[in-house]
């Protein structure tokens, strides 16, 4: 069965920069649509970005011009650029997959966590 996995979280400093990355298995078939999403503690869950196979791209107010979605779609990768991170960034990021074919898959989370 399809699976997501994350890596690329960790500690930094505000200011500061990091590139997570989201790797889909189980699969061949190129995702339509792939995108970060992220939750902090005591918060919904809110999309972050969104990347379709196309080159569409969708970014929340709060990240864009200092985040930057990209994909891979031979390896079904998605990253996340972050750059200029702030505190309030500090959340647990999911990577989500959609593919007309499979539906919609989500992967376990990475945590990132800026400090001040």
């Known amino acids: 069965q399809v699976q997501l996995v994350e890596s690329g979280g960790g500690l930094v400093q505000a200011g500061g920069s990091l590139r997570l990355s989201c790797t889909a298995s189980?699969?061949?078939?190129?995702?339509?649509?792939m995108g970060w999403f992220r939750q902090a503690p005591g918060k919904e869950r809110e999309l972050v970005a969104t990347l379709t196979s196309g080159g569409s791209t969708n970014y929340a107010d709060s990240v864009r011009g200092r985040f930057t979605i990209s994909s891979d779609g031979v390896k079904n990768t998605v990253y996340l650029q972050m750059n200029s991170l702030l505190p309030e960034d500090t959340a647990v990021y999911y990577c989500d997959a959609t593919w007309a074919a499979l539906g919609r898959h989500w992967g376990q989370g990475t945590q990132v966590t800026v400090s001040s």
């Open positions: 189980g699969t061949i078939l190129r995702a339509n649509r």
